[in-house]
Nanobody, 125 residues
Framework: QVQLVESGGGLVQAGGSLRLSCAASGRTFSRYAMGWFRQAPGEEREFVAGISWGGGAIAYADSEKGRFTISRDNSKNTVYLQMNSLKPGDTAVYYC??????????????????WGQGTQVTVSS
């Protein structure tokens, strides 16, 4: 069992940056691949970024490449999402997730078994 708690969301102007954190409970965090997803009002939850258990495999949605960076610190049971050059279109609730599927499936929502409650990110123009 893994419990996930996101933090770091907030209100930021376009062009600004935020760093999201996701703290995981349990001693098996390092066994899980981690992902970040987001959901805007009225939209489907969409993949943002994923990272393998050891950090060796990373994937991003095309719209986030070059702006967002996912990383993890297994000693702290935490995964991060550094978001730069934020746009109003990035406004959404951001969720972290944990799962055991291979990196090739990191973009799939059904690859993840555990989800956090989400943190709101609002980007003003």
């Amino acid at each position: 069992q893994v419990q996930l708690v996101e933090s770091g969301g907030g209100l930021v102007q376009a062009g600004g940056s935020l760093r999201l954190s996701c703290a995981a409970s349990g001693r098996t965090f390092s066994r899980y691949a981690m992902g970040w997803f987001r959901q805007a009002p009225g939209e489907e939850r969409e993949f943002v970024a994923g990272i393998s258990w050891g950090g060796g495999a990373i994937a991003y949605a095309d719209s986030e490449k070059g702006r967002f960076t996912i990383s993890r610190d297994n000693s702290k049971n935490t995964v991060y999402l550094q978001m730069n050059s934020l746009k109003p279109g990035d406004t959404a609730v951001y969720y972290c997730a944990a799962g055991t599927s291979p990196p090739s499936n990191s973009w799939r929502r059904d690859s993840y078994d555990y989800w956090g409650q989400g943190t709101q990110v609002t980007v003003s123009s």
